[in-house]
């Protein structure tokens, strides 16, 4: 027997299937992914688990948050208020970079005497005040009143990230300068790249709809791009649940990281957890309280920025060790984060869903 499913068929499948991982639903994903790459990594060993992991993240960061941004940018119409949001958020993210330098700065006469020590470790430290916008973030998209913003910030930092960020430590620590002279980038050619083929998604969806009046719910197709957008947000979870390695996240190693006497690594990473998961958020907190008492910004601006500011670090550090950031300070920094936000993400994402509800 031979069964024959039309197109308006799938496309109501499609439909009836996208409640189902958007919103509040997507966030079972990150223990899913936790536990599935837990069992995996006890079948096929770690590493194997890792690097199959690590091609999963660059597909997403290559295909699926592209079409989500393009996906939403489609849908609107760019006009003053998300131009504010804009120069709002380069300076947010400059300010929170800034913060990260002086922090780094001042902590760094106790790390060591030694120059290159401190120049390490500051480097370190700014670079892992970078967060994961695009794979924990982007649940945030899963908001209709907040969608726009968070795309927009999330576009923005994607340029910090791999952009003006490894830009100024090649320039400021010369660390990008071989023996002969020349300059060099040991970022992969595929991330130096990454920002502005990410920023042709969202301005070549503005043009389209500004010019066309096109929207997802023009055609068809509009359906089916609807349905990878929101296939992205659990599998970006999944991915961040993969990320935590349950070595790190013993009750032994946790007595080290809040206890531990001696200096070292896990000192490393007590003061980036101080700065990205009490100090950046506080001050976030507060800027935000003080701008929505004096009507200055709009609750939905806010939201996006506070929840952006609690966000773990992202995994896609580890690409810039090259520029001479610790890899195993990077790497349990990731971990302890995503372990520590991810109960306070999940009650700020309800909260806010509740509240634009």
Known sequence: MCFHIGEDTILEMLNDVIPYISGLWTLPWIAVGFVVTLILSRIYGEERIHRGMKKIGLILLFIFIPILVFKLFLNIDFREEEIDFVIVSCATITLLYALAYVFARNRAQKISTEKETRIHFIKTVVVNQGRSAAFFGSAILAIDELKIFAAIYLTLLGIFLFSAVPYLLSVLHQKGVTNDGKRRNPLPRFLRIYPWYLLVFPISAVLIHSHTGITTTSYDWGTVLN???????????????????????????????????????????????????????????????????????????????????????????????????????????????????????????????????
Do not use: Q
Request: with cysteine; hydrophobic share 55%; proline share 5%.
């Open 227 to 357: 349905f990878i957008g929101a296939v992205t947000i659990p599998a970006a979870l999944y991915y961040v649940g993969a990320g935590i390695h349950v070595d790190d996240i013993r009750k032994k190693e946790l007595k080290k990281l809040f206890f531990g006497k001696d200096g070292g690594e896990l000192l490393w990473v007590r003061y980036i957890m101080l700065l990205t998961m009490v100090i950046t958020p506080v001050i976030v907190v507060c800027a935000c309280g003080v701008l929505l008492f004096f009507d200055i910004i709009p609750l939905t601006w806010a939201a996006v920025l506070i929840i952006n500011s609690i966000l773990p670090i992202t995994s896609t550090n580890m690409f810039l060790v090259p520029y001479g950031i610790d890899r195993k300070v990077t790497a349990l920094s990731v971990t302890w984060t995503t372990f520590f936000s991810i109960p306070v993400f999940v009650i700020l994402l309800y909260l806010f869903s509740v509240a634009f509800g």
